[in-house]
């Protein structure tokens, strides 16, 4: 079993091979003194070799993994080790120094690398260093310098951790930055990521640049999870150098999210994501209705299918791993790069966000599913929707197929004797100021008559908002083969579905 | 049903009246009054604003193919108010209202010339009750008097029982 090589366990482990692996090495660490480079030979090279000298077998299995990887610290020791023994390795420079080895913060002086042929700097684990080069002192002129990153909560195996540096987390910084990448290895971070490179010093491959004044940007985005992100700012990491850092991203469970990738985005859509897309407008468009003022928002989600807010959240997560443009809009958005759209509340309701003063707002929700969104528009302020509570009047086959049959709904007990029977009786208005009353033709498949009611809003008939609402149906008709009068008193609470029976039969006497 | 000629001048839901038209002689608790009924809280839905008024009940098919004997109930006071005309009215077609002390359909009150009402129906089977209780079967006829003695001749021809709002004849032919 491959294991992390440490400073616990170099000994039995770490064997320095008499050729490279250009040759037949014999040992996992290869000291190339001709070059001024180290190479790690990991058991993907070099399955077995003899461990006797350490104690094991003639052909035990080389544990030094690309996975698993070896610490700076175990690669300082094990030099140091071999340095003892070798008198011909002590004719040359010494390869590696350490500054700080519990923050593993350890440096490669004198000019010296690790093999970039298979780039071994990627076998490098829980560490950071500086690479000096050849000059003066040999630990004064730095060529590049590696910055250690590591995950310090549950990152799945599968998930695939990326990173961007940038001056700041502005989202035009982000959407522009070059600098965006995966980790090499999935799951859990463990890896070196290079923060400074100059070529003044001869090394053509360090490149030229510096981030390491910059802000570091961990993400993970994994379907079925809930999206992360930790910064160095987080980390309290203000410079950079060859020391590693803790960063707090996780994969969390997103138990709102239990769809389909392939059914949510891509070529295999299936309804009412094939209804959705996302836009961001030339002007914010303003959207009413809310409990709250009027709100402007510049992106919108739309959602011609009805899909639900569950839903939509799903087809947001999904934008959000796509690295590509994401607007259908005149504009461009990367969405790998971009914001993270919502977030579930402490009320378990999908939350859009506002950033760059740009909200979203969702559209094509069911009077049911508007409730379980709050929206921030472009200025910040959250808006959510007035409780509607839905009212489904089942009148019935033979009612439905009566054309002249007719439905009504009254308030019972208005104040100020506003009452049902009498001359001042009320009608119920729906959410949208519409008296609940019609033909039932108008019914669906399922003989049902359905409205919204303002239950937060509502004050007909003098009585206050937010209560309990007596109220009666009658559902009548005339004419030969019409239906009996019926008539049918609930009460409008505050529920999402209201199942109320008033299926008149069929008039023996009409 | 009759809209062309209506027998139902106003429905007054408040007092729970229904008016007559005049010039009447003659109408059917079932195909005029409720009929017209069900028509007018159709078309003028300021009359829905109250409980209903009328219910029929019976009507419904038995195993015979034969149906139940049909009949109008007066809901919650309803009455019927006639013209204020001195005819004779027929009222045909069985009627209760929903107040056993109270099964008269009809309120005269305020009427200076109110019409003679005959009460006729053509079924068989009879009920109804103004000062007096009387139960009326065609082989088997009962006659319960509460406030004084009747006498009533029997043989098997089918019956007809006219009451007036005045004097109670009952007669049987």
């Known amino acids: 079993m491959a294991v992390l090589i440490d400073h616990t366990n170099y000994t039995q482990y770490l064997k320095q091979s008499t050729q490279g692996r250009a040759g037949s090495p014999d040992g996992n660490v290869y000291f190339d003194t001709a070059t001024g480079t180290i190479e790690l030979i990991s058991v993907e090279e070099l399955a077995t070799f003899d461990h006797t000298s350490m104690g094991g077998g003639a052909s035990d299995p080389n544990q030094l993994t690309n996975a698993d990887g070896i610490t700076m610290r175990a690669l300082y020791l094990f030099e140091s080790q071999e340095r003892e023994a070798d008198e011909t390795l002590r004719t040359f420079k010494r390869g590696t120094g350490g500054k700080y080895k519990g923050a593993g913060a350890y440096s490669f002086i004198n000019g010296t690398k690790l093999d970039s042929t298979v780039d071994d700097r990627k076998k490098i684990r829980s560490s950071g260093f500086v690479e000096y080069a050849d000059v003066g002192d040999g630990e004064t002129a730095v060529d590049r310098i590696y910055h250690g990153v590591t995950s310090v909560s549950n990152v799945d195996a599968g998930s695939a951790p990326y990173y961007v540096f940038a001056a700041d987390d502005a989202e035009a910084t982000l959407q522009a930055a070059t600098t965006w990448a995966e980790f090499n290895r999935s799951g859990e971070v463990d890896e070196v990521v290079q923060v400074f490179g100059t070529t003044a010093n001869g090394d053509t491959g360090a490149g030229d640049f510096d981030y390491t004044d910059d802000l570091l940007i961990v993400r993970l985005r994994t379907w079925g999870n809930l999206p992360d992100e930790a910064t160095s700012d987080l980390s309290k990491i203000k410079k950079f150098d060859g020391f590693k850092g803790g960063y707090g991203v996780r994969d969390r469970v997103n138990p709102k999210n239990t769809f389909t990738l392939a059914d949510v985005y891509g070529g295999a859509q299936v309804s009412p994501w094939t209804g959705m897309s996302l836009e961001k407008l030339a002007t914010p468009q303003t959207e009413t209705g809310f409990n709250e003022a009027d709100g402007d928002f510049t992106w919108v989600l739309h959602n011609t299918e009805g899909g639900t807010a569950l839903e939509c959240a799903a087809y947001l997560d999904a934008l959000a791993m796509q690295d590509a443009d994401i607007d259908v809009g005149a504009g461009t958005y990367n969405g790998w790069k971009g914001r993270e759209w919502y977030v579930c509340n402490d009320d378990e309701k999908v939350q859009t966000v506002e950033l760059s003063g740009e909200g979203l707002f969702i559209e094509g929700l069911s009077s049911a599913e508007k409730l379980n969104v709050v929206l921030t528009d472009d200025a910040g302020d959250t808006k959510t929707y007035p409780f509607y509570s839905g009212v489904e009047i089942n009148v019935g086959a033979a009612a439905k197929g009566d054309a002249n049959a007719w439905y009504h709904v009254y308030y019972v007990d208005g104040a100020a004797g506003a009452d049902f029977d009498t001359a001042s009786a009320v009608v119920v208005n729906d959410s949208g100021g519409n008296p609940v009353k019609g033909v039932c033709s108008s019914a669906d498949g399922n003989n049902i008559i359905s409205f919204t009611y303002d239950y937060d809003g509502n004050t007909q008939a003098g009585l206050s908002a937010g209560v309990d609402k007596d109220v009666v149906v009658e559902v009548e008709s005339y004419g030969a083969n019409s239906i009996e009068p019926k008539i049918t008193y609930f009460t409008i609470t505050r529920s999402e579905t209201i199942s109320v029976l008033c299926d008149p039969p069929l008039d023996p006497n009409a | ?173």
């Open chain 2, 1 to 173: 049903m009759s809209v062309s000629s209506p027998v139902i001048a106003s429905i007054d839901g408040e007092a729970r009246r229904i008016y007559l038209n005049c010039g009447i002689d003659a109408f059917d608790w079932l195909t005029d009054v409720y009929a017209e009924y069900k028509y007018l809280r159709t078309t003028v839905e300021e009359l829905r604003k109250w409980y209903p008024l009328v219910r029929a009940k019976g009507g419904e098919l038995k195993e015979n193919g034969e149906r139940r004997e049909s009949y109008l109930v007066m809901i919650d006071g309803t009455r019927v108010v006639p013209c204020d005309e001195e005819v004779t009215l027929t009222a045909i077609g069985e009627i209760l209202t929903d107040n056993p002390g109270d099964q008269y359909p009809f309120d005269l009150t305020g009427l200076i010339t109110p019409p003679t009402i005959r009460l006729v129906n053509p079924n068989v089977q009879v009920r109804y009750s103004c000062v007096t209780s009387v139960e009326v079967m065609a082989d088997d006829i009962e006659i319960e008097v509460e406030d004084a003695p009747v006498e009533v001749e029997v043989d098997d021809t089918e019956p007809e029982v006219e009451i007036t709002n005045e004097v109670i004849n009952v007669e049987v032919k």
